[in-house]
């Protein structure tokens, strides 16, 4: 691993793989990583949580374990299944052999050979370069009975299976668990965890993201867009743009060779910033213009 003895160096490391922090989330990161508690980042989404997790796990050199979380997760879909259909084939395969006893025959099929890993069962387990990152991805999705089932997880870095019993990790994974915030995360689990609000980069910082992101940009055109993103942010929005828009919006300008915004381009890629028609009709036309003029006003020296 890597040697971090400082915040400076949390916010080098994650430099280098053009995830440009501030200083309040380098200190968080570093504690998380010197203490070996989990990470838990409330925030918009498109504010960065997620990308956090995966610069990490590549500037430490380590494997990144991703549980998806959704609304009727449960502990089989994140532990580990059976492999039912192996199983069935063994068990005729026995039958028609004259097979193993009843006894001797059930422990082979409830062994590790035919235990189907998920990404809590596999952060237990030991990884080439040391203990891997653990993505537990908007946690909020999920409902309260699978926040209770985490808690063992959290507390002591262990799974129980019925069958096997109770696999702890030899070395603690880096544990990261997001959410958007669409429901409040029960303080239980909040408590074992370190926490952080991700919010909306400054103007400066988020051009400075976009030009590590999207280094093909000028500096005029990038602080343009930032620009127009942060004052279209102050707008009254069913989903407001985050960073990854304003990223992808930079994209979809520099593949279409736009060296300067106006009306006509905006109105023709809206759809990289805002997701929902209403947000669209809403800027379409005056209103998109206003908040250019708005944005170039504040772009220029007072």
Not at 117 to 134: I, T
Request: net charge negative; hydrophobic share 45%.
């Amino acid at each position: 691993m890597t040697a971090l003895t400082s915040i400076d160096d949390v916010q080098t490391l994650l430099g280098k793989e053009d995830y440009i922090c501030g200083r309040a989330l380098a200190t968080v990161v570093f504690l998380a990583l010197k203490l070996g508690k989990p990470l838990f980042l409330e925030g918009e989404p498109g504010t960065g949580k997620t990308e956090i997790a995966k610069a990490i796990a590549t500037a430490l050199g380590r494997k990144l374990i991703r549980l998806q979380c959704y609304e009727g997760l449960d502990a089989a879909s994140a532990v580990c299944e059976w492999n039912f259909a192996g199983q069935m084939i063994a068990i005729r395969t026995a039958e028609a052999s004259g097979g193993a006893e009843r006894g001797d025959l059930q422990s082979e099929l409830f062994s590790e050979e035919y235990l189907i890993e998920r990404p809590l069962l596999q952060a237990m387990r030991p990884q080439e370069g040391g203990a891997p990152v653990l993505l537990i991805d908007e946690l909020d999705r999920t409902d309260e009975p699978f926040e209770a089932f985490l808690l063992e997880a959290l507390s002591d870095f262990q799974v129980t299976i019925p069958e096997l019993g109770t696999i702890k990790a030899p070395e603690p994974p880096i544990v990261i668990l997001t959410s958007n915030r669409t429901r409040e995360v029960h303080d239980a689990l909040k408590r074992r965890c370190l926490y952080h609000w991700v919010d909306y980069p400054t103007f400066d910082r988020e051009v400075e993201i976009l030009q590590a992101r999207a280094p093909e940009a000028t500096e005029a055109l990038s602080r343009e867009v930032v620009a127009f993103v942060q004052q279209l942010r102050t707008e009254d929005l069913f989903k407001k743009p985050g960073v990854a828009e304003t990223i992808d919006w930079a994209k979809c300008l520099l593949a279409l060779d736009v060296i300067s915004l106006s009306p006509d381009v905006i109105a023709d890629t809206l759809g990289a910033i805002l997701k929902y028609q209403d947000d669209i009709q809403r800027i379409e036309g005056g209103e998109a213009k206003k908040i250019l003029e708005d944005s170039r006003a504040a772009l220029e020296p007072a």
